[in-house]
């Protein structure tokens, strides 16, 4: 009350100074712009470690999974799996995808984001271990519980993003998604060094993932209570988008089907056709890995350049020529020299880049988080359930044709419907209706 009284007693001293600030107003000034700088602090603190947990989320969504193509020729000897049966081994997870990503959205809404990702984590690390179990049962009960988990993931992180780095939601879908593919390469290569290791064989290859997995669900124990905290504050109520009834986001759902397709599909079958053509298994395991990695520039660089225009069909055209030209190349080379590797290094960028610019679109085609959400969920519904179909369909073209060729036709082919629809996604449009906006998004036509 003192300090209150001297403020008002030194403005009144100052009146006869007009234009000049009164003593009590440069303090208060000073502590406005001190609290500012506390509350910018805190919040740059919290939205550096929202993206280290983002991070190490994205390190679990496709690792458990990328880990087993190496070692699928061991699993289906091990087993006696048919061709068909070991490519199970991945339609079941995008099955388990494709069934949880339209419940993730209303997951999201009743407990929160934060805690069902976390969740999301503790399914895997479940997975992981029952899937590394010495029963052969398990191995697919395993695969579901994985999938359950990686599908929470991949619907929430693109809204978590859209949400806290709305202005710089490419850059982030940058760095989430280069983390994603980074450690995904990393489980190609391991695997077959860590099968080869005593003690672990392909069930340990496997099994080690739960470490990642762990850390994951530890370090984003911080956000649940952010979360919590959050979720006590009363928000108004946004209308929710209707994507269902829009052709644009069937547009980018297809596409998100298509390229998964591209990905699944290598990640479980380009070992063996390697091996197939001669190339040792650990080699092959380390050329699935390169084929992952050297897209890592182009999954950052993509969503970045994507989102500084409001199209991005230029784009997409040249990302979709670079898959063309991949599969064509093995399609018509039939060995494993240098070419092989320039095929697969194509295969590699254009499949990362098509990745993370179906990522951005969640973003781009949407104007608020809410929306984010249901567009990721239902991209995530219908994508993964076209992308279920790749890997056990190639295994059976595989197993009726004796050979590769026909199954790289199919590929080609997928690539080509993938670009079509691919190049519609990158319009300049919204899936949402005009009336339903946030006050702080950009505003724009809406072409549902």
């Given at each position: 009350?003192?300090?209150?009284?001297?403020?008002?007693?030194?403005?009144?001293?100052?009146?006869?100074?007009?234009?000049?600030?009164?003593?009590?107003?440069?303090?208060?000034?000073l502590?406005?712009?001190?609290?500012?700088?506390?509350?910018?602090?805190?919040k740059?603190?919290?939205?550096?470690?929202?993206?280290?947990?983002?991070?190490l989320?994205?390190?679990?969504?496709?690792?458990?999974?990328?880990?087993?193509g190496?070692?699928v020729?061991?699993?289906?000897?091990?087993?006696?799996?048919?061709?068909?049966g070991a490519?199970?081994?991945?339609?079941?997870?995008?099955?388990?995808?494709?069934?949880?990503?339209?419940?993730?959205?209303?997951?999201?809404?009743?407990?929160?984001?934060?805690?069902?990702?976390?969740?999301g984590?503790?399914?895997?690390?479940?997975?992981?271990?029952?899937?590394?179990?010495?029963?052969?049962?398990?191995?697919?009960a395993?695969?579901v519980?994985?999938?359950?988990?990686?599908?929470?993931?991949?619907?929430?992180?693109?809204?978590?993003?859209?949400?806290?780095?709305?202005?710089?939601a490419?850059?982030?879908t940058?760095?989430?998604?280069?983390?994603?593919?980074?450690?995904?390469?990393?489980?190609?290569g391991?695997?077959?060094?860590?099968?080869?290791?005593?003690?672990?064989?392909?069930?340990?290859?496997?099994?080690?993932?739960?470490?990642?997995?762990?850390?994951?669900?530890?370090a984003?124990?911080?956000?649940?209570?952010?979360?919590?905290?959050?979720?006590?504050?009363?928000?108004?109520?946004?209308?929710?988008a209707?994507p269902?009834?829009?052709?644009?986001?069937w547009?980018v759902?297809?596409f998100?089907?298509?390229?998964?397709?591209?990905?699944y599909?290598?990640?479980?079958?380009?070992?063996?056709?390697?091996?197939?053509?001669?190339?040792?298994?650990?080699?092959?395991?380390?050329?699935?890995?390169?084929?992952q990695?050297?897209?890592?520039?182009?999954?950052?660089?993509?969503p970045?350049?994507?989102?500084?225009?409001?199209?991005q069909?230029?784009?997409?055209?040249?990302?979709?020529?670079?898959?063309?030209?991949g599969?064509?190349?093995?399609?018509?080379?039939?060995?494993?020299?240098p070419?092989t590797?320039?095929?697969v290094?194509?295969?590699?960028?254009?499949?990362?880049?098509?990745?993370s610019?179906?990522?951005?679109f969640?973003?781009?085609?949407?104007?608020?988080?809410?929306?984010?959400t249901?567009?990721?969920?239902?991209?995530?519904?219908?994508?993964?359930?076209?992308?279920?179909?790749?890997p056990?369909?190639?295994g059976?073209?595989?197993?009726?044709?004796?050979?590769?060729?026909?199954?790289?036709?199919?590929?080609?082919?997928?690539?080509?419907?993938?670009a079509?629809?691919?190049?519609?996604?990158?319009?300049?449009?919204?899936?949402s209706?005009a009336?339903v906006?946030?006050?702080n998004?950009?505003?724009?036509?809406?072409t549902?």
């Open positions: 009350m003192k300090n209150t009284s001297n403020r008002e007693n030194n403005a009144m001293l100052d009146l006869d100074r007009p234009g000049v600030p009164s003593e009590s107003e440069r303090e208060l000034a502590e406005q712009a001190q609290e500012r700088e506390r509350a910018e602090k805190a740059r603190g919290r939205l550096l470690w929202l993206a280290v947990g983002i991070v989320i994205a390190a679990n969504l496709r690792g458990a999974l990328t880990a087993v190496p070692v020729g061991r699993i289906k000897d091990d087993l006696a799996l048919s061709g068909a490519g199970m081994l991945t339609t079941l997870g995008l099955l388990a995808f494709a069934v949880i990503s339209p419940a993730a959205p209303k997951l999201s809404r009743r407990y929160g984001a934060e805690n069902t990702l976390l969740v984590m503790a399914l895997i690390t479940v997975g992981v271990i029952v899937r590394a179990a010495p029963y052969s049962a398990l191995l697919f395993g695969t519980l994985i999938g359950i988990g990686i599908g929470l993931g991949n619907v929430l992180v693109p809204a978590l993003i859209k949400r806290d780095f709305a202005n710089r490419g850059l982030m940058g760095i989430y998604s280069v983390a994603l593919t980074l450690v995904a390469g990393i489980a190609s391991v695997s077959i060094p860590i099968a080869d290791a005593p003690g672990f064989g392909w069930r340990g290859a496997l099994g080690v993932w739960g470490l990642a997995s762990t850390l994951a669900m530890i984003w124990l911080p956000q649940v209570s952010r979360g919590r905290r959050e979720r006590g504050v009363s928000r108004p109520v946004v209308a929710s209707r269902w009834r829009s052709p644009l986001a547009q759902s297809l998100m089907g298509f390229q998964s397709i591209i990905f599909v290598n990640v479980t079958w380009l070992p063996e056709l390697l091996q197939d053509r001669g190339m040792s298994p650990g080699t092959a395991g380390w050329m699935l890995s390169l084929m990695i050297i897209g890592l520039p182009a999954n950052f660089l993509a970045v350049l994507a989102a500084r225009r409001p199209s069909r230029g784009i997409m055209a040249i990302v979709m020529t670079m898959l063309l030209v599969y064509g190349g093995l399609l018509l080379d039939a060995g494993t020299g070419l590797v320039a095929w290094l194509l295969i590699g960028v254009g499949a990362g880049a098509s990745f610019l179906c990522l951005v969640f973003s781009l085609r949407t104007r608020t988080a809410s929306e984010a249901e567009l990721s969920g239902m991209a995530q519904f219908v994508g993964y359930l076209v992308a279920a179909v790749g056990a369909f190639i059976f073209i595989h197993d009726r044709s004796g050979g590769w060729q026909t199954p790289l036709v199919v590929m080609v082919v997928v690539v080509a419907l993938a079509l629809f691919g190049l519609g996604s990158s319009r300049a449009a919204y899936v209706s009336s906006s946030a006050p998004d950009s505003t724009g036509a809406d549902k």
